[in-house]
């Protein structure tokens, strides 16, 4: 028996585990690869016949996992990469349409679409509009050309001003990624990338500091002195700045790296958030499965980790925290009694001023996320 048929017993041992209520659909293709990324992904041209015969394949897995019945339940859809834009609207449409006769794609569930600027065109977005695409994700990173070159981004920031127009046509639940602390890349450049997105109506932005990746481009660019390294402190004040702007704005900062208006928060992201279990389909994709008793992440090749039950109640603690609305103290009692020192860690942070209680929940405070490292790091010492 190979690992993908071990894989697909496991999930149909429905009586077990959890339902999935979120599917991720990964597509590892881009048009070229970014300076930074070390994400699964080839750079590929989009009419590659390869493109046609992955896509076959996804689209047979996900026929099957209909017919298993495992897809009945999904809340959340995310068609991410790579670039999902670019393999074009004839494979898109393909997988969409596969999805709307698998699974209830119907308005109440959120489905978003990953587009890159170059390659999102005005007939794309209507046909993935009208075949159930609710959301669309929009790789940005800045609205500056020179920090987009530095990137190794291949749209400019007029292209990507274009491609936003173009999604508004039909959508109005539209996330950008910015980016900050990249090398070159002046506050002012930041502070007005934030600006264009706003007065561009974007409801949800994510703002992540640039992380030096092993074996990309850029790590090799700043081992060999030729690129400035990154300074976190920078990326800590830029990421401050972007708050005050979005709060402003009437946004808010509903998890570490995630700003919305109201309504707008991203579902599938809070999905993982907050131990749903989900069905990642494709080459670079994980699931997770989870009952009372063990958590497993899986992916096509076969378990990745396996969690008992401290750890996964520890995880959730550390998932909690990632989020604005953190966990209810009740939660945190009633680990308290599985796992002895729960309760005492979290006053403890509370002292710290990393965590602060409000309402009936614990809450990481913006020191708490400032200083990450020492919050989760004090809620994953709680592992037996
Ligand atoms: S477009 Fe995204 S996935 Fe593709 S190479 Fe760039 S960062 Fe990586």
Known sequence: MDDQM????????QDQFQ?????????????????????????????????????????MKIRRYSRQEILGQLETVYIGG???????????????YTLSLSMHLTPEVECTMEANPESLTLPMVKDIFALGVTRLSMGVQSFD????????????????VEAIKTAQVRFDNISIDLMCGIPG???????????????????????????????????????Q????????????SMM?????????????????????????ECRHNKAYWTGVPYLGIGRGAVS??????????????GVIETLNRPQMLVEDLFLGMRMSEGVSKEYVERIDREIEGTLDTFESLIDDNLVYEDAGRLKPTEKGWLLGNVLYGRIYSLEP
């Not at 790579?82 to 969409?96: A, M």
């Not at 002195?225 to 800590?236: C, M, S």
Request: glycine letters at 4%; proline letters at 5%.
């Open 19 to 59: 339902s999935y209520r979120a599917l991720y659909v990964h597509i590892p293709f881009c048009k070229k690869r970014c300076a930074y990324c070390d994400f699964t992904t080839e750079a590929i041209e989009s009419g590659d016949p390869r493109i046609e015969s992955y896509m076959d394949s996804l689209i």
């Open 240 to 264: 401050q700045e972007a708050e005050e702007l979005l709060f402003a704005a009437g946004y808010h900062r509903y998890e570490v790296a995630s700003y919305a208006r109201p309504g707008h």
């Open 82 to 96: 790579g670039t999902p834009s670019h393999i074009g609207n004839k494979e898109l449409s393909r997988l969409i």
């Open 6 to 13: 071990v894989m697909d017993d496991q999930m149909l041992d």
């Open 185 to 223: 890349q002046s506050h002012q450049s930041f502070v007005d990338s934030v600006s264009k997105a706003l007065a561009l109506e974007i409801p949800h932005i994510s703002i992540y500091p640039l992380s030096i990746e092993e074996e990309t481009p850029f790590e090799k660019r700043i081992s």
């Open 145 to 160: 050309n020179e920090v987009l070159q530095t990137l190794g981004r291949i749209h400019s920031a007029s292209q990507a």
């Open 288 to 301: 997770m499965k989870q009952n009372d008793h063990q958590r497993i992440r899986f992916n096509e090749e």
């Open 225 to 236: 002195g030729l690129t400035e390294d990154i300074d976190p402190d920078t990326q800590a």
